[in-house]
């Protein structure tokens, strides 16, 4: 089945979760709570959308990433949120001054 349809992914969405994938800071777990797609799905996902060469960059980057698994990473680091990001808007960021 395809993931689009099975989790009923827009295209907005699918910018968010690339975003998400791409931050170090925010964990696979934030992104299976948001959307329900697990980091192996993530990984397929990413691997569909990007070229193959960021792909690879990507991937380098994330593996055993110890902030990407939030069993791997320290205590007191539950998620990461940007200064510019609203406090309460879906993670939508505000627009810069």
């Known amino acids: ?4 349809k099975k989790y009923h992914i827009t295209d907005r969405d699918l910018d968010r979760i690339i975003e998400m994938a791409w931050e170090d800071r925010t964990p696979f777990d934030a992104i299976k709570d948001q959307f329900g797609l697990s980091e192996a799905e993530v990984i397929k996902l990413m691997r569909r959308e990007m070229h193959p060469r960021n792909w690879r960059k990507w991937r ?3 593996q055993g990433r110890s902030t990407k698994h939030r069993q791997k990473s ?7 949120k940007a200064k510019a990001q609203r406090h ?3 993670n939508k960021t505000s627009k810069r001054k």
Do not use: C, K
């Open 74 to 80: 320290t205590d007191g680091v539950d998620r990461f």
């Open 60 to 62: 380098a980057r994330v």
């Open 1 to 4: 089945m395809n993931i689009y």
């Open 88 to 90: 309460i808007s879906l």
